[in-house]
């Protein structure tokens, strides 16, 4: 159901399905605590997580963001498009989600060829607790990111607006997790 | 009754109640043994009575749920059980395999057969044949029940509690590969029971409270079914990987410190929402439900298993603490209160329902009843306590000043009497809920008057 039709059923209510919104507040829940427990164990060895963070690829990581952001945008159109459910519409919503899909595989791209790298060097997921860290985090929103591309992929198909708008709320997730991993890991 | 096959779940909670006899009286011989280590060293040793006490608890939950989803799914269902013939064999083959892993185990016989001796593993210990034919049984189960729902009406409480039960018996098949590395033994040893009783298991819970919710406070089903699915969600999400708290330490990467660590700590929150979903159920409920016993079990069953499961196992899940706690008589008092709270309390309370309906009578044994969940519930938590406080001892002498195991042991003596003496309440407990619900057939106390609710009208009893 759309946002407008649920809150004439349920004034002020949850927009959306509810178990989605559980998801979501799980998801920051959990990369929300790893972050905070990154940020406490940085305070015990301070020059070596900044040691390893300069053998990250910061350019990269900044066009991702950018990247997953801009798809986010898409995903947004698609969602605001399908609420109207005329025929054109859905050609749109198909197009936009395809430009969603299209920058996740962009993003994922740029990802891999990062993870190569750092293990090309040897930089693993033992080489220091900061790296620990990082592949953990971003691994698992890498994970999320593919399965973001795999559910906007089976919205596509219908292109029914419930559905679209589902699959919006959980890449918008995606892209705010990325939002304050990139600057935690990479730049603070 | 609504349905004539509700009344296999009379067999199933029949033989599960003697089993609890047996595994409450396993651990007061246990309890003893801790305190007089000689106690029947010959001819009942630790580690068999231990396995009885263990397993005899897995097995007779086991029948409870079974029990349970035969009472309840006729009625989600409205249809009766597709074949209560393949139901009683069930029975028989699991009632056949329990006995066949007691004997085995008493006197050891076919010592190093590969399909009728012992594996020599510390918990998925039975014999193969008594594996394949709890294969056998679940498939039974599942087959029956599924065609049952698929038949029938389609609800949300069966499917959850079909979800956790095809969960249950396809997770049990890691029992069967037993690998060389020790490690990869632990590991899948923790898919087995991890992923029961912090995972599916927690699906079957959730679905069974749900039932009992419906028909004892009359809520709306919509309502019921939105909690079940933010329970079902929440335990699934966190309940998965954190199995990863018990990699630690046999041997798997490190990583699983901190995956454990994170994910585990937030199973607290599927036991606070089944806490919260039953205690607002039944502020939200109209209905005046004559067995108030029943009620008590199940809001009993949510804050044990929330203080047991979810707080005394944030407790010691986090890493650094485990690093220390770890297999101290801490996690004896998590293990206790968590099985007590989440499972036997379940079942308990499902039964206090199901008995009087299938013997069709009221239910007249309330306030032995009710004594008996007091009594049963104080001993646990005095046990709990008792433990918690020598796991703390423990931890200190042994893991911190490096005192040798055994010195420690010693030490604890006083702490080991207090818990015998627990363990005395829980067995007389357990036997006065068993006497309660078979044999008595009249009320202690005369009940007061029905009382109107506050709009006149009195809710008739499901």
Same mark, same amino acid.
């Given at each position: 159901m759309t946002e407008a039709t649920d809150i004439r059923r349920n004034p002020g209510g949850l927009p959306g399905e509810l178990i989605m919104w559980v998801l979501i507040v799980s998801e920051l829940a959990v990369f929300g605590a790893a972050l905070l427990i990154f940020l406490v164990l940085r305070l015990g060895d301070p020059q070596g997580f900044a040691d390893s963070q300069a053998q990250l690829h910061r350019l990269s990581a900044g066009i991702n963001t950018m990247v997953l952001v801009s798809s986010g945008f898409a995903a947004a159109l698609a969602a605001r498009a399908a609420e109207t459910g005329t025929a054109g519409a859905r050609r749109a919503v198909r197009r936009l989600l395809a430009v969603a899909i299209l920058l996740g595989g962009v993003f994922l791209l740029l990802k891999g060829v990062e993870y190569a790298d750092a293990a090309r060097r040897g930089l693993g997921l033992e080489a220091h607790v900061f790296f620990t860290f990082y592949w953990l985090l971003t691994l698992f929103h890498a994970a999320h990111v593919l399965a973001g591309m795999v559910i906007l992929s089976i919205v596509s198909i219908r292109a029914n607006a419930d559905a679209v708008e589902a699959s919006a709320q959980f890449w918008h997730m995606v892209d705010l997790v990325w939002v304050i991993l990139f600057p935690v890991i990479y730049l603070l | 009754m609504k349905y004539r096959t509700q009344n296999i779940a009379l067999a199933y909670f029949s033989v599960a109640m003697a089993l609890f006899a047996v595994q409450v009286t396993m651990g007061l011989i246990m309890g003893y043994i801790y305190v007089q280590p000689n106690f029947l060293s010959d001819s009942l040793p630790f580690s068999v009575v231990r396995m009885l006490h263990s397993n005899s608890l897995i097995v007779w939950l086991l029948l409870g749920f079974f029990g349970s989803a035969y009472y309840l799914v006729p009625e989600e269902a409205e249809r009766d059980i597709h074949s209560p013939t393949l139901a009683y064999l069930q029975l028989a083959i699991l009632v056949l395999g329990t006995a066949g892993v007691v004997v085995t185990y008493l006197?050891?016989?076919?010592?190093?057969?590969?399909?009728?001796?012992? /594996?020599?593993? /510390?918990?998925? /210990?039975?014999p193969k044949w008594v594996k394949v034919g709890i294969v056998v049984a679940a498939l039974i189960f599942l087959y029956n029940v599924t065609l049952t729902v698929l038949k029938g009406r389609k609800t949300a409480i069966s499917n959850v509690l079909l979800l956790g039960l095809w969960g249950l018996a396809l997770l049990f098949l890691f029992a069967f590969y037993n690998p060389a590395n020790l490690v990869l033994d632990k590991q899948y040893w923790w898919w087995v029971v991890h992923l029961w009783v912090e995972g599916v298991w927690e699906l079957v819970m959730a679905a069974i409270l749900a039932f009992l919710m419906l028909k004892l406070t009359g809520v709306d089903r919509e309502v019921v079914e939105k909690w079940l699915y933010v329970i079902v969600a929440t335990a699934l999400f966190s309940g998965i990987l954190g199995t990863g708290h018990h990699y630690y330490w046999i041997g798997l990467p490190a990583y699983w410190q901190w995956v454990g660590s994170i994910f585990s700590s937030f199973e607290i929150v599927p036991f606070f929402a089944m806490m919260a979903f039953a205690f607002v159920m039944v502020w939200k409920g109209r209905r005046d439900h004559p067995n108030k016993a029943a009620l008590l079990w199940s809001l009993g069953c949510t804050v044990l298993a929330f203080f047991g499961a979810g707080i005394w196992g944030f407790l010691h899940t986090l890493h650094g603490v485990n690093y220390y706690t770890h297999g101290t008589q801490i996690t004896a008092a998590h293990g206790h209160l968590a099985f007590y709270g989440a499972y036997v309390c379940l079942v308990l309370a499902i039964i206090t329902y199901a008995m009087p309906i299938m013997r069709n009578r009221d239910p007249y044994n309330q306030v032995l009843n009710m004594a008996s969940f007091w009594l049963m519930s104080g001993g646990m938590l005095f046990m709990t306590f008792t433990l918690t406080f020598a796991g703390t001892v423990q931890t200190h002498l042994q893991r911190v000043n490096g005192e040798a195991y055994m010195d420690v042991q010693d030490q604890l003596a006083i702490f080991y009497w207090m818990r015998f003496g627990s363990g005395v309440a829980v067995v007389l407990g357990a036997l006065l809920f068993i006497y309660s619900i078979a044999v008595v057939r009249r009320e202690v106390f005369t009940p007061g008057p029905v009382q109107a609710h506050k709009d006149g009208h009195i809710e008739p009893a499901e």
């Open positions: - | 006197f050891d016989l076919f010592n190093g057969n590969w399909l009728l001796g012992k /594996e020599g593993r /510390e918990f998925l /210990e039975q």
